[in-house]
């Protein structure tokens, strides 16, 4: 930024200025952002591509199968078996249930109403302990808003003494994720702000001076939401439950970082300039490259996201992408305005004051840096070596997939009710293949698919209109599980082999497995351009080749490394049975995107000494200026990912450990010892092909750097 221009928005009158109408922005998109929750789409089907055979499928039922039906089960139980009087309540119960909103004209299926019917489909398990009602729920478009409650209604009723009683199918499966989520827009977002006040308290040690960026971060939030809500509602923005979690998390990471580069810089420049505008005019003319080159690396790594074949996925990018937008728009208009505003006393009780020498200059930093001074390339040696060793972890990764048992942190309502169905030895006719074909061949291809093992009887076929008919069959698995994955695969094969059929095969576990090899596919596409993006960007700020080379072959290996190690406390601490197949391209954007932030804090302000004291001597500056304030915003991003382990789902949880571990060896190995250890073997070689430091100077003596000047205040 330039230096003019950042002295005016933060003058003695636009400061005032610019605090209102960050104020009044954030008060305007604060109702906004409480109603964000409102147009979240959490539907499976709304996150898979338009050219996924599963998704055909849906188009191809839209005018006979409602999309909006969602089939659920009621679970009951008791050791023993269930006595005449428990099904004849079940009975009752049925015809009460059907009454509620929600519940289909089909009704209520009661395991007695099978039997009487000649069910081919038996809803009582042979030694008679476990029963389930069977209807389906149609709340039109709003059906992820209105599971809860009818959830409820559906728990109150149901019950009977002795007996116990789950909602399990795709009804307890919905009420149980909204209960993961359940307080996502508040409680998560609390926490995070109470872990991220107790780090700044220990790194500013001042009472005073975390309130601001505090402040600024909660007025970022807010407008974000508050944008990301208008987008969604009018854009036909792609949010759930997922996305509002993380630009939560990430909003408040990236702009706490943010201000801490920035506050650091201030904190050095009130040092040497007497007046706190103009303290404040280098501080933002020198850090605010460094702050909107880090932005626009998160920015452009989160719209590569719009590549994904999921929409889920592509929804996400843009989501993120205007939360950090607004973040540092906020970070570097409120924040400085904030500070100048109030003046030095913020930081009491460790006033800057003009004229004192920077405390950075002898500090731990400055140490490290004199450590790996004598030896640089044995340091950068022995650190790629140890980094290498901790990415073997990665042949312990398992991306195959979660079943619904294995992708919550806590056994829910529906797990437990499934568990009692698999125990009994009854299928969950709630999960179901659909194949569409040709009228021609609809007979041949439901004779094909009746000997895949695993699939039950095929029903009878019913015409969906254009020639086409189409028939559904029970899937004897977990609907998210790989054993389900097999009998879609078998079955597709089979359906597949009719010449002349052009049969299609989807239902719920055909959404699964799509939105797998989606997701394996975006791993393949959407890494190699996030490099690229990040390439091109380091390429333009460092104005050379080989550095950006250098860096992002860093944070990749750090991100190896930081999985390898993930995937060893996901199976052996954990317990995880693996991971979703769209962990490993999620993790990589948000480690590299945000990992290689450390590098540009760090790189810019090599640059920036190069121009005075050399290459070298510049990466010891630049070490010891931002080791503090760089670990300190490691430390803040690492916690605030790791919140996401609050909410009880394995994926979430997943990421912020990856997330957390791959920030914290980015700022403590890779980023403080391995790129300054380069910096230091390499010297000025590090620019090439430019010719910033063509004479490649070595390092001074100890003790020899150039004094800063100190300038007075303006008169």
Request: proline share 4%.
């Amino acid at each position: 930024m330039h230096r003019q221009i950042a002295g005016k928005l933060t003058g003695p009158v636009t400061k005032w200025i610019v605090l209102v109408v960050a104020l009044v922005a954030a008060v305007g998109m604060s109702t906004l952002n409480a109603k964000l929750i409102d147009v979240q789409d959490n539907e499976a089907s709304s996150w898979l591509p338009a050219d996924a055979e599963s998704t055909k499928v849906l188009d191809e039922l839209s005018g006979t199968v409602d999309p909006n039906d969602i089939p659920t089960l009621v679970v009951y139980h008791r050791d023993g078996g269930l006595t005449e009087d428990d099904l004849a309540a079940m009975d009752e119960q049925a015809a009460e249930i059907a009454e509620t909103e929600g519940v289909t004209d089909r009704g209520v299926l009661s395991p007695t109403a099978a039997e009487q019917a000649g069910s081919p489909q038996p809803l009582l398990s042979e030694d008679g302990e476990v029963g389930y009602l069977y209807f389906t729920w149609n709340f039109g478009d709003e059906g992820w808003n209105a599971v809860p409650d009818a959830a409820d209604e559906v728990r109150d009723i149901a019950s009977i003494d002795g007996v116990t009683v789950h909602l399990a199918g795709y009804g307890g499966q919905a009420a149980d994720a909204s209960e993961a989520f359940e307080g996502i827009d508040s409680n998560l977002i609390m926490i995070t702000f109470l872990v991220i006040i107790v780090i700044l308290l220990f790194t500013y040690r001042s009472p005073i001076l975390w309130l601001l960026p505090i402040i600024s971060a909660a007025v970022a939030y807010m407008i974000s939401g508050g944008v990301v809500y208008l987008l969604a509602k009018y854009a036909d923005l792609t949010v759930n439950g997922q996305s509002q979690a993380i630009l939560g998390i990430l909003v408040i990471a990236a702009g706490t970082d943010y201000a801490l580069l920035l506050v650091a810089r201030y904190r050095e420049e009130l040092r040497r300039h007497e007046d706190r505008h103009e303290a404040m005019a280098f501080a933002l003319h020198r850090a605010a490259p460094a702050i909107v080159a880090s932005a626009a690396t998160v920015v452009v790594g989160m719209l590569c996201l719009a590549f994904a074949d999921l929409n889920s996925t592509a929804g996400m990018g843009p989501v993120l992408a205007v939360g950090i937008a607004v973040t540092l728009l906020t970070m570097i208009t409120l924040l400085p305005a904030l500070l100048v505003i109030v003046g030095r006393w913020v930081f009491w009780p460790k006033r800057p004051t003009f004229g004192t020498d920077e405390p950075t200059r002898s500090g731990l930093w400055a140490k490290v840096g004199n450590a790996i001074r004598p030896r640089p390339r044995l340091v950068w040696t022995v650190t790629a070596g140890l980094l290498l060793v901790a990415c073997l972890g990665l042949f312990k990764l398992d991306t195959a997939g979660l079943s619904t048992e294995d992708t919550y942190t806590k056994e829910f309502d529906s797990i437990k009710g499934q568990k009692l169905l698999e125990e009994h030895d009854l299928a969950d006719n709630s999960n179901t293949v659909q194949v569409v074909a040709n009228d021609e061949q609809i007979d041949a291809v439901r004779e094909a698919v009746g000997g895949v093992d695993g699939l039950g009887d095929p029903g009878q076929p019913a015409p969906v209109g254009d020639g086409r008919s189409y028939f559904e069959a029970t899937i004897d698995a977990d609907i998210s599980s790989t054993a389900a994955f097999d009998i879609v695969e078998a079955t597709r094969d089979a359906a597949h082999d009719i010449d002349g059929a052009d049969a299609l095969v989807g239902g719920g576990s055909a959404f699964y497995l799509d939105t797998k090899i989606a997701a394996e596919r975006d791993n393949k596409v959407i890494i190699p351009i996030v490099l690229i993006a990040v390439f091109l960007i380091l390429m333009v700020l460092l104005r050379a080749v080989l550095a950006p080379v250098l860096l992002i072959a860093t944070v990749v290996l750090s991100f190896g490394a930081a999985l390898g190690i993930s995937a060893l406390l996901f199976e052996y601490v954990f317990g995880f049975a693996g991971s979703d197949p769209g962990f490993p391209l999620f993790a990589f954007v948000f480690l590299v995107a945000l990992g290689i932030d450390y590098n540009i804090f760090l790189m810019t302000r090599v640059r920036e000494e190069t121009v005075e004291s050399g290459t070298r001597q510049g990466s010891l500056i630049a070490l010891s200026s931002t080791g503090g304030v760089i670990t300190s915003a490691g430390l803040v991003l690492a916690a605030t990912f790791l919140v996401l382990g609050s909410i009880p789902l394995v994926f979430l949880a997943e990421l912020g450990v990856a997330v957390a571990l791959g920030v914290l060896l980015d700022t403590m190995i890779v980023r403080s010892v391995l790129v300054t250890a380069l910096n230091l073997d390499l010297g000025g070689k590090i620019w090439w092909p430019s010719k910033l430091d063509a004479e490649d100077r070595p390092l001074p003596e100890p003790g020899t750097e150039p004094e800063r000047e100190k300038v007075p205040a303006l008169d």
